[in-house]
C-alpha cells in the first residue's frame, strides 16, 4: 500500500525506480532483532539479497553481522563499517585473491565448501604467517521444498561437503595446521515458507554434530544459514513471518551444546518487503489471445520471474476501472521479459504507474545493462 504523498512523488519521477520503505525496513529489522536476541541468538545479513549502500548501513546500525559470498562482498562489509568479527564468507568457489584479501581483513570466518578450499585457505594462511578460522559447510540433504532453482542443500546440488566426505575431512583438518574449524555450516535452500523444513533441519543437525563430536570435534558455533520465505501474494501483510515461532523452533529442535552459538543468515526476509519496483506503461497491444501491458521495467530490473518463475504481485497505480487480463511484459528483446501472465489489473493504459511489490530482495542487486539499458536507480522513503 503506498500513500497518496507517496504516488505523487511517484508521478514527479522518472520511471524505472527501486523504491524503498524505510519505515518497513525499519519495523521488520526491529523485529528479528527483538526475536534473535531473546535466544542469544546471532544473525549475519546475507548481503547478496541487497547490496545497496543506504540499505546496508541501517542493517549495520541494528548490530547484524554480513553474509558474504564475494571478495567485492567482504570488501563492502568492511566499507559499510561491519566489524570484521561478524563477517562471515561462504561461496563454493572463492578465488585465491578473494581469500587473500578476507585473510587480510581478518573475518570471522570462511564457511568453506570443499575438502580442496580447506587446503588452499591453509595454503594461503600459511604464506601470510596466519591462522584461519573456518566453519565447514555441510551438506545435510534436508530437502527445503521450494523451486529447484534456489534448492541446495541435497545431494545432488553443488554447495557445501556432502556426508560421505566427512571422514576425509576429519582426517585433512589434523593435517591442516594453519587452519582452526570453529564451526559447522548449513545453507539448504530460499524461500521457505514450511517451518517443518527447519524443523527437519534441525533434527539432521543435531544428528550430524554427535559425528563431529564422536571424532572428539566440539565446534564454537552452529550456523544453520537463512532461507526464510516472504508472503510474494500479499505484499501488505507484515505479519506473515512470524520471527519468533522461527526462531523459537530452532531453540526448542536443535541441541546445542554448552557454551555454544547459533547463528543465522537471513537475507530475502530481512529486506524483501522493503521495496517495489515502481514503473510506467509504455503501451498497450493487443494480440490474439490476450492484451500486453508494456512496461518500461524488466527483466534488467527484476529478474526473478525470468530466472525462477517467480511470482511478484503487480498494482496499477493509476487506475481504478473495471478488471481486464494483461501479460505483463518488458521491453528486452527476449521472451522470457514477462513479468506475469493473465494478471487482473484495472483497466491499464500508457502512462499509468505500475507498482512491482516485494522486490527489495534480489532485485535491484541482480540488475544488469542487458541492451545497454540504464541502470535504475533508487528512491528512499525517507528522502521523499
Ligand atoms: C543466499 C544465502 C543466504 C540467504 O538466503 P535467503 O534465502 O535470502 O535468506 C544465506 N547463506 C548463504 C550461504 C547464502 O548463499
Excluded at 536476541?37 to 541487497?50: E, I, P, Q, S, T
Excluded at 566426505?165 to 564451526?183: C, P
Excluded at 492484451?291 to 524488466?298: P, Q, S, T
Amino acid at each position: 500500500m503506498f500513500s497518496d504523498k507517496e504516488i505523487k512523488k511517484f508521478k514527479e519521477l522518472e520511471t524505472p525506480f527501486f523504491y524503498y520503505n524505510i519505515d518497513q525496513l525499519k519495523n521488520t529489522l526491529e523485529k528479528i532483532k527483538k526475536a534473535s536476541n531473546k535466544f542469544g541468538f546471532l544473525v549475519h545479513y546475507a548481503m547478496k539479497a541487497n547490496a545497496n549502500d543506504k540499505i546496508l548501513q541501517i542493517i549495520k546500525d541494528y548490530g547484524f553481522g554480513a553474509d558474504c559470498v564475494s571478495g567485492n562482498e567482504v570488501k563492502k562489509a568492511v566499507e559499510i563499517g561491519f566489524s570484521p568479527k561478524k563477517i562471515v564468507f561462504a561461496g563454493v568457489g572463492k578465488s585465491d585473491k578473494e581469500i587473500n584479501l578476507s585473510l587480510d581483513a581478518d573475518i570471522f570466518a570462511f564457511n568453506c565448501e570443499s575438502l580442496q578450499e580447506i587446503e588452499v585457505i591453509n595454503e594461503l594462511a600459511e604464506k601470510k604467517g596466519k591462522i584461519a578460522d573456518i566453519a565447514v559447510r555441510i551438506n545435510p540433504n534436508v530437502n527445503a521444498h521450494t523451486h529447484h532453482y534456489i534448492t541446495t542443500g541435497l545431494n545432488e546440488n553443488k554447495f557445501g561437503i556432502n556426508l560421505w566426505q566427512l571422514d576425509n575431512l576429519f582426517n585433512l583438518l589434523k593435517k591442516t595446521e594453519h587452519i582452526r574449524l570453529i564451526g559447522i555450516h548449513f545453507h539448504i535452500g530460499s524461500q521457505i515458507t514450511d517451518l517443518n523444513v527447519f524443523k527437519n533441519l534441525c533434527l539432521r543437525v543435531n544428528e550430524i554434530q554427535e559425528i563431529f563430536i564422536n571424532n572428539q570435534i566440539l565446534v564454537e558455533h552452529i550456523n544453520v544459514g537463512g532461507g526464510l520465505g516472504v508472503d510474494y501474494e500479499h505484499p501488505d501483510n507484515d505479519n506473515f513471518i512470524d520471527f519468533e515461532a522461527f526462531f523459537g523452533l530452532f531453540h526448542r529442535f536443535l541441541d546445542l551444546k554448552h557454551g555454544q552459538e547459533l547463528h543465522f543468515e537471513l537475507g530475502r526476509s530481512m529486506v524483501a518487503n522493503a521495496g517495489s519496483l515502481i514503473s510506467r506503461v509504455l503501451y498497450i497491444k493487443k494480440a490474439v489471445k490476450t492484451i500486453f501491458a508494456i512496461l518500461d521495467a524488466g527483466m534488467t530490473e527484476l529478474i526473478r520471474p525470468a530466472l525462477y518463475q517467480a511470482y511478484h504481485k503487480i498494482e496499477n497505480l493509476s487506475s481504478t476501472k473495471a478488471i481486464e487480463f494483461y501479460d505483463v511484459v518488458g521491453p528486452i528483446c527476449e521472451s522470457s521479459d514477462t513479468f506475469a501472465k493473465t494478471v487482473q489489473l484495472p483497466e491499464t493504459k500508457r502512462g499509468d504507474l505500475i507498482a512491482i511489490r516485494t522486490t527489495g530482495a534480489y532485485g535491484e542487486v541482480m540488475t544488469s545493462q542487458y541492451n545497454l539499458r540504464d541502470i535504475a536507480p533508487a528512491v528512499y522513503s525517507d528522502e521523499i
